[in-house]
């Protein structure tokens, strides 16, 4: 049953490694994850490693891609800043993006293929980061604290991580959601309650500052993690097929055992690039 104590926990855990709540997410996608065991946090950020990694790649930055066209031969692809003609293209963008409508494929993809997008939807998952000195803590804080006040609104708190200066605030699912809609102050507002409650309400004078992701309201993401929906797991695999020898689909909702993970974006994109070469040389 679900009248357990560590429910809320293990929906909090849930929530926070899918970006959905448990009752959105297919069992299929639970027992085929694998779990590296090693999750390695950036300090100077995210995009310093993608800078750093793609580092002499020609890239085009502020280009939008509006539309696909692949009925013919080869492949153009549409953009803010012109044309683009190719044979092959591989394409990255998350199932948010695909199923908004706002990168028009024409023709449309078939009927199996946007099916697989509808039934591997982004979650949602942000971080709301508060500024304040480590000194303020006693020096045997946790590195984590799960805040679970009720099983609607949960909230995890990672405390000066690796000595740094700040307090993140972790929401996932159906929450993050909500207080992402919320706005900018409400997000602050229910962090910093949270911290007052666990530390004292004078802790929360040395917070000097703020920072939030708001990845649902993001329009080149629209949301967090793919979860394949009950019974739609297969889908994955759907997703990641090639279409007519010239468009390639990667990401990590084309993975089947390292979805909503950035190395298992990363190796689908290799996998991408592989099926792209093997085309070329008939391998």
């Known amino acids: 049953g679900r009248d357990g104590e560590w429910v809320d926990v293990l929906d909090y855990y849930t929530a926070q490694n899918t970006s959905s709540d448990p009752d959105q997410v297919s069992v299929g996608d639970i027992v ?6 090693e999750n390695w946090p950036v300090p100077d950020g995210y995009g310093a490693l993608v800078e750093r990694w793609a580092y002499g790649v020609s890239v085009a930055l502020n280009t939008v ?26 394409i990255a963008v998350s199932t948010g993006v695909l199923g908004s409508g706002e990168l028009r494929f024409i023709p449309e993809l078939p009927v199996d293929k946007q099916s697989a997008v ?90 000097t500052d703020d920072h939030q992701s708001a990845w649902r309201g993001n329009p080149f993401v629209r949301g967090a993690y793919s979860s394949a929906v009950p019974g ?30 950035c190395h298992g974006a990363k190796m689908t994109g290799e996998r991408a690039a592989r099926e792209v070469l093997d085309s070329l040389t008939g391998g």
Do not use: M
């Not at 085929?32 to 065991?37: F, P």
């Not at 942000?126 to 946790?142: A, G, W």
């Not at 090639?242 to 990590?252: D, M, V």
């Open 32 to 37: 085929n994850y694998h779990d590296t065991g």
């Open 65 to 90: 891609v509006t539309a696909i066209r692949w009925g013919g031969s080869g492949v153009k692809v549409e953009t803010s800043r012109g044309g683009i003609s190719a044979n092959h293209v591989v």
């Open 118 to 207: 509808a039934a591997l939807p982004l979650g949602n998952y942000n971080h709301v980061r508060l500024s304040i000195e480590r000194r303020f803590f006693e020096p045997d804080i946790p590195d984590r604290v799960v805040v679970t006040s009720d099983s609607d609104s949960p909230l995890g708190l990672t405390l000066c991580p690796y000595g740094s200066d700040c307090v993140i605030g972790i929401v996932a699912g159906r929450f993050a959601d909500w207080l992402e809609r919320a706005g900018v102050e409400a997000s602050r507002q229910y962090v910093t309650d949270a911290l007052a409650d666990l530390f004292g309400h004078d802790i929360v004078r040395h917070v």
């Open 232 to 261: 739609q797991f297969h889908q994955r695999s759907v997703l990641a097929q090639p279409l007519a020898g010239r468009l390639y689909f990667c990401g990590e909702a084309t993975s089947i055992d390292h979805f909503c993970t």
